[in-house]
Structure formats: C-alpha cells, structure tokens
C-alpha cells in the first residue's frame, strides 16, 4: 500500500472508530470526530513529536482538544498511536492508555474513554476540557509556561523546551468569552508556540452560525495580533500540514489555522445538527458512511491492518527518537548545570525544594495586626525567593491583592521578559484561572488573584482544577465586608460557600497573620489539590500566640483557640477570617460575667473534614449544644457545626455601601452582638 493509501486507511479508522463507539453507546457527537479526523491524524501522525511511550516527557509536544464533545477522536489517536499509560505517582506502566476494549465501552462506567476529555484519568489526555472555551484558553497557560521554561533552563546548545501546543477548538470555544480573553493575552504576550486550529464548519447545536455568530473570526484574531491561516478543505492533507509547517516556523506571534470543514464528513445525506450532536447516526446512517469511506459496511471496531504499523512509523518512531535525543541532551545538561537539573526534576514530580519554608515569617503578638493580604504578600515573597518555578500574578490587582513578588529579579512576565514571576493576566479572571491551569499542569506552581467577589468570573477553571487535581492556588483578597464603601456588589456573601461546594477544592481563611504563614506552608505542600486562600483587606490583630493556642493547629483544619479555663465550655464560639478576632473578644467577655466559652478557630472546613473522628469530637463535642458560627458570609451550612441548638451569625442578604464599622454594626458583627447571642442562647444575663 502506498504512503497516500496508509494515511487514508488510517484517517478512514480514526472516522469509524468514532462512528461505531457513538453508535454503540447510543449518544455522543460523531459528526466532529467524522470531519476532523484529517486534521487530527496530520497533527498526530505527521507533526507532533510526542512518545507514545512516554506520554509525560517533559518536552513533548501538547494537543489540547479544546472541543472536547469530539472526545472519540482523542481516544482513537491515543488507541491507534499506543500510547503507554502512566498512575498517578508518574510511573511509567507498559500497558496502553486506551484499549480497543475501551473504544468499545465509550461513555461506560470506568471505561478509560469518558465522554469528554479527562485529565489525570486517561494518560496523553493534556487537559480536561468539554465546557467549550476551557482547552483553548488554558493553552495559553501552557504557551506562558514552555516560554517561561525555555527562558530559565535552555543554553546555549541545550534546547531542553522547544515544544509546540496544539488546540483544536470549534465555533462553540471562540464564541465562549473565556476564549477571546484567553486569545487577547496570547496575542499581547506573542506565544509563537501556541497553535490553534479552529474547525469552520459554520454549525452549532440549534444551527448555523447564521443564527448567532456571523463575526469574521480571522479578522478578530488578526486584530488580536495572531498569524492567521485559512485551509479551505478540511480533507486536504497537504494543506494542513502545509499551514503547521508554516506555524512552526512563525515567529513572534500565536497562530490561528481557519480550517473550513462540513460536520459529519462522510456522512452520505446532509447530516443534521441533531445527529451531528449528541446523538448517533442510526445503523443504515452507518453503513452508508462506511460505504463513502470504502470500508467493509458490516464491520465494527476495525482496525485494518498495517494501520497501528503505520502509526508506530510515524509518531512513534519520530516520538521515540526525540525522546532519545532528549533524554542524552538531559544527561549531559545534569552534567554540567546539576543544581537546574535538579530543579526540573523536582518539578516534574511536583516536589518542593529543600529549604523552601525557612524563609517563612513569624509575626509577634500586635493588637493593631496586619492585614490578610499584607501577610500574604510577605509569605508569598519568601516562599517565591526558594521556590524558583513559584510563580503567578493577579487579574488586574496585584497591588491591592498584594501579589507582586518584589525580590531582585522576579521580573514581568512578558514577551521581551519570558522569564519573569510576576503575570499580568489584565482585567480577564476566567482565563486568569484557565491559564493558571495550562501553567500547572506544566509542573509550575502557579498562582492567580483576584478579589474574592469575582471569584465568581473565575469558577468554571477552578472547578477543572480541582476536576484536574491540580495544586493550583488562587489568592482572593477582600474577602468579605472590608472594603466597605465599594458596597454590595464588592463584597461576597455566597462565594465562601460555593466554594466550598467544589469537591477537592481546600478553601482556607486565615485568623491572622500566622494563620496565613501556616495556610501558605499547608497549600504549598498539597501536590494533587487546588486551594483557595481567602484574605481580609483589612488589618487584623495578630494573636498572642502564648495565650492562644499556637497558629499551626490551622493544619487540622480547626482548632480549639482559647478554652473554658477547666475545659468544660458551657458554649462553643467558631469563626474564621477576620471573624475569630471578635469571637475572641468576646469570649474574654463572657469569662468576664462568668460564663464559660471555647473558641475555635476554623480556617478549613474542608481538611477538619479529613480529621480522623476523634480530633473533630475534641474540638466540637456533642455536648454543649448551645455553639455560635459567626462568618461575614451566607449563613449556609453552618448548621452543620453549630446543630440544631445552635446559632449562625452571618449574612442573609446582600451588604451595603458604607465605612467597614457602620457595616460591622448593620449586621452584626461585633463582640458586644455575640456576647448577646450567647447569653440568650444560654438564658442567661
Ligand atoms: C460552556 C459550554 N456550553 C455549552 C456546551 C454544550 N455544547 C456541546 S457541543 C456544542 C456546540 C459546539 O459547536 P462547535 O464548537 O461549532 O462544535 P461542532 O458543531 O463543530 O461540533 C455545545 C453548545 C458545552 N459543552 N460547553
């Protein structure tokens, strides 16, 4: 069979994989996977270097299906390349990522063929994506991280990252905003290894593109300071590899390939956008494309052969021999540049290095305090001073969510600076996080900010992160009422909660200004969770740490910060953030009337949740009853803590515009309210 035959063969394989997987599982989108399959087969088979044998070498090249319903395209090529599976501690296993088997359970439970894309289930899946937009903007974040990386680690006749990424994306992900944000900043940052490939193919769900999205995309990303291509026939072989022939030789500028395409190619009626979508082709649709395609129309699941031969000659043997070149390069960079050489091992395992806390502060007892973020700001300095691949920046508000790292050389990020620590992301939250991801999952330990309100802008990536399991931190500063005058559409009152409703997502809010030091030291340390650290604007007294209990119990989640002199309380106080300093107060309060309260500080709902049974009864015992939760946030869910006999002190409505002080007395936070509570709680004077 000629070289031509081959490619068609296994094009024609990728297309009927797809057909029957969706077939078989009655639902799924094989209209894409019908019409990409060129495009997908060229990248793979033609262009990427990639090691099916390694699919985490770290300079390997990254394909991001960023229209991740077309998921059976990623699960042919991962099948038909062989490529190797890895577990979770990075071993290599020798078995392979996607079975045939699999491709038949498409869709199934525990199948390693999921209806979308998924990161940390499935080996060579880069990134998790299906809510359209999330791939492509969070390339971004891996183009960010390969420039970062080359800047800091590649010599001179050591080019140890060179790689490329490679996002394929439909009308759904640029019509998304996160993908024009994502798509803006690339253009300013001039990613040349960044490539996108957008599928024209002038059809969504309820239609065409008539109905909602006429714009001219090419002039949009023209605009945006893209390299622009067009390939007018998505069958066209050549032309495709043409156009990322030219995009690997452009510099200076992300690239857009406009491949103009027709839904469910092959298919022998006009495939409607029901069918291309979410729905099988029905058996006599089947045969008839099988037909179109000259394949046996009764055959299913059929890999002819010499097609998997024909994959292992292409990306696979060019896989292995960069791998090779790669690996002889690597040892002789360990040679001569031993201490980058272990850096780049460190990360890839996403270990920390030795010494990374010792430059930690400890803050004195300070009635006057200091703010969350002024704390943070100093913590995130000297974790970043001994962490050289700790790097992040805010969306827009670094100087007021005090991220910007200040030691000599941190630098901006920015396309004449690559090496830079400090990232503008600008005024685009949702791809801040998206971008924090693609940086994570390059082994960088990256960090967003942002306030707390517009956390909410952010969510959707967050949500992946913690899908992803990734350590990806998000500073959000402005945490609850602090700023005041900027009134109810600043300050958050259902965000705490959300939040906490994403599973895996540890959300810490810190007391003080050592809870936030020990806040920094536990996220620092989680290697496959994201975490969300919430700050106060304004100052919060630090804590005399020799009459409360020390700030390094916040690694439990909760602790008992000051106690009933005999350990018998007659009532619980619990509280986080900028809360626990009026708690305490009134705790002293109460001692003072006689009344005898337990504090607790608890900056963590999620890891007290993890505590083994017995510490979460020492620090909540059933008895008493009587427990007051004071948050500056929804009262939701507290009930959990506080029981049935207990009371919430929190936020029922929306806040209001006003000097912090004002606000703290309108609703209710204030030691003298609590005391009250307490003592009505109590039936007490
Ligand atoms: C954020 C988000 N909104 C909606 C969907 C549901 N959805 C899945 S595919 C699709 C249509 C996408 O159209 P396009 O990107 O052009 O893909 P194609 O029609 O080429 O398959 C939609 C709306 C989604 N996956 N993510």
């Known amino acids: 069979m000629t070289g031509n035959a081959l490619d068609q063969l296994a094009i024609a394989t990728i297309r009927t994989l797809s057909i029957d997987a969706v077939q078989q599982a009655k639902s799924g989108h094989p209209g894409t996977p019908m019409a990409l399959a060129p495009l997908v087969y060229a990248i793979w088979n033609r262009v990427m270097r990639f090691d099916p044998k390694d699919p985490i070498w770290p300079n390997r090249d990254r394909f991001v299906l960023s229209n991740g319903h077309a998921s059976m395209l990623l699960w042919s090529v991962l099948h038909l390349s062989g490529t190797h599976a890895v577990n979770a501690e990075y071993e290599r296993l020798g078995e392979p990522s996607v079975t045939l088997d699999d491709i038949r359970r498409f869709r199934q439970l525990d199948s390693r ?5 998924e990161y940390h289930w499935v080996s060579g899946v880069e990134a998790t994506t299906g809510p359209l937009g999330q791939g492509i903007a969070t390339s971004v974040g891996m183009a960010i991280a390969r420039s970062w990386l080359a800047e800091r680690y590649n010599r001179e006749d050591f080019a140890l990252f060179d790689y490329d990424i490679y996002a394929v994306c439909g009308d759904g992900c640029l019509m998304e905003g996160v993908g024009s944000e994502a798509a803006s900043l690339a253009g300013h940052l001039g990613l040349e290894n960044l490539c996108w490939i957008y599928d024209n193919n002038r059809i969504t769900i309820e239609g065409p593109t008539s109905l909602a999205f006429t714009e001219d995309v090419a002039g949009r990303f023209r605009a945006y300071r893209w390299n622009v291509l067009q390939v007018a026939d998505a069958n066209d072989l050549a032309a495709i590899e043409e156009a990322l022939g030219r995009f690997r030789k452009t510099r200076g500028r992300p690239t857009l390939i406009v491949l103009d395409s027709h839904i469910g190619y092959g298919s022998p009626h006009k495939i409607d956008t029901a069918a291309a979508h979410g729905e099988p082709l029905g058996e006599e649709e089947v045969r008839l494309a099988k037909r179109a395609y000259g394949w046996p129309e009764d055959a299913s699941f059929l890999v002819p052969d010499g097609v998997r031969e024909h994959f292992d000659a292409g990306i696979g043997a060019r896989g292995a021999e960069a791998w090779q070149r790669w690996e002889s390069l690597f040892d002789a960079y360990r040679e001569r540049f031993p201490e980058l050489a272990a850096e780049i091992e460190q990360m890839q395992r996403r270990e920390l290095p030795a010494g990374w806390d010792a430059d930690l502060p400890s803050f004195p007892p300070d009635a006057r305090g200091l703010a969350g973020r002024d704390a943070s700001g100093r913590v995130l300095n000297a974790l970043a001073r001994r962490v050289p691949w700790l790097l992040g920046g805010s969306a827009d508000l670094g100087p007021s969510n005090r991220t910007t790292l200040t030691f000599p050389g941190a630098g901006d990020f920015g396309a004449e600076s690559p090496g830079g620590r400090n990232l503008h992301f600008g005024v685009r939250e949702h791809a801040m996080a998206a971008i924090v991801n693609g940086l994570s999952l390059s082994k960088l330990r990256a960090f967003g900010a942002t306030f707390a309100i517009f956390s909410d802008y952010a969510r959707p990536a967050l949500r992946l992160s913690a899908m992803m399991e990734l ?9 609850a009422m602090g700023d005041g005058e900027d009134g109810p559409t600043h ?12 599973p ?9 200004a050592n809870e936030v030091v020990e806040a920094y030291r536990y996220v620092l340390q989680l290697r496959h969770r994201p975490a969300v650290v919430m700050l106060s604007r304004q100052p919060l007294p630090t804590f005399d740490r020799r009459r409360y209990a020390p700030a390094a119990g916040l690694a439990r989640g909760a602790y008992v910060m000051a106690d009933a002199p005999d350990g018998q309380p007659e009532l619980v106080l619990i509280a986080s953030g900028s809360e626990v300093c009026l708690v305490v107060a009134a705790h002293e309060e109460l001692a003072a009337r006689g009344i005898r309260s337990r504090v607790v500080s608890m900056p963590s709902w999620e890891i007290f949740e993890q505590q083994p049974e017995a510490y979460r009864q020492e620090v909540l015992p059933a008895q008493p009853a009587a427990r007051i939760a004071v948050e500056q946030g929804s009262t939701l869910g507290w009930e959990r803590y506080v029981g049935a006999g207990g009371l919430v002190i929190g936020m029922k409505t929306f806040g209001a515009s006003a000097p912090l002080k004002d606000l703290q007395r309108r609703f209710g936070f204030e030691p003298e309210r609590i005391v009250a509570a307490a003592t009505g709680l109590l039936g007490r004077k």
């Open 113 to 117: 063929t999921p209806g979308h894309p």
């Open 471 to 479: 350590p990806t931190v998000l500073v959000l500063t402005h945490d």
């Open 491 to 502: 300050q958050p009152v259902e965000q705490l909660i959300s939040l906490r409703a994403i």
């Open 504 to 512: 895996g997502l540890v959300v810490l809010r810190p007391a003080d």
